[in-house]
């Protein structure tokens, strides 16, 4: 499964479902009377796709396409889903090896996404221990996370859905698809493995090691200041492990490697907005190719780190009037 781009798909029978989930065969069957229903966003970003749903009352019962993992994510009326005859509880998450069977129920519309990737790829993609249930054919879990993480997937789910129904076009940019690529993984490992993070398997590393992994990636970066630079860019530059950037980064600044990246995009579109010389970008355009998908998020993130808008930065750039003709401003 390799893909790139995304389309929005309603579907109204029953059986044009089988194969509308990557990576998954899906049966379903109506449970109310009146429309059946199913709204779909799929966001095909290379070895991973992500899907977000809607969907009207109805049983279901799926199977993961061998080679493929499944990350599955309930997003409304939790309180009345069943999967595999389990209640499902807040801040839930699936966990379905290749071939795994899941058989559900809701007798209430309900929502959901999923995070679609192949097995053999992900341990490394989403740095999980070893034995992990995505990695083993058949395994399936439900796991109890922690409500912020939950809520981060949540949100970028949410996100990356409203950029795809307000800007179909503008989403579909590489850096686009490289950023939410890389939120995607980070907030997904955060999901499985984050209560582990930062405990006594982190602490017992060596600080020393941490430091030369940060420094040479450090030296990458400054060597390529004019670009954004993505946490797989940078584990095959440094030729070092996903888990061991993860653990360098959160063990000496406490952040993630994304988070890190993200202040250093958002830090080289404030210098392009200040920038003195030429004619005076387009807000929308400088973030978009620095790889800042939804402009709503990107203007709050960028207020709540500078202190003003990404549209007052730039009226207060040399020039005087360099903000004759821009668009509204982004607010955050």
Known sequence: MRAEGAHLS??????????????????????????????????????????AGHSTPHLAFAVARPGMAVVQLPLEN???????????????????????????A?????????????????????WLPSGSTLVRPGAQDLL????????RMAGIVHAANEAVVSDSQAFNLEQAHRALRDALLDAAHDLIVGAGVGGNAVRSQNPRAWRRVITTADEYLRAHVARPIYT??????????ASG???????????SPHRFLKLRRLAMVRSLLRAREGQSPLVK???LAHGFWHLGQFAHDYRALYGET???????????????????????
């Open 232 to 241: 797989e860019e940078l584990c095959s530059a440094l030729g070092v492990s």
């Open 310 to 332: 990404p549209s007052d930065t730039l009226a207060r750039a040399p020039g005087g009037d360099r903000g004759r003709g821009r668009p509204p401003r982004m607010r955050g």
């Open 10 to 51: 309603r579907i109204t029978e029953p059986e044009d479902l089988v194969h509308a989930v990557p990576g998954v065969v899906f049966r379903a069957t109506p449970l109310s009377a009146g429309p059946f229903e199913v709204s779909l966003t799929t966001i095909g970003l290379g070895d991973i796709t992500l899907q």
């Open 144 to 151: 109890q996370t922690r409500p912020e993480a939950w809520n």
């Open 78 to 104: 939790v309180d009345t889903l069943v999967l595999n005859g389990r209640a499902v509880r807040p801040w839930t998450v699936g966990l379905h090896g290749g071939g795994a069977e899941l058989l559900r």
């Open 245 to 255: 950037l993860a653990q360098a980064f959160r063990g000496t600044f406490g952040l």
């Open 285 to 287: 355009s400088v973030a």
């Open 106 to 126: 809701n007798p209430r519309e309900s929502g959901h996404a999923n995070l679609v990737l192949p097995m053999d790829r992900a341990e490394e993609l989403l």
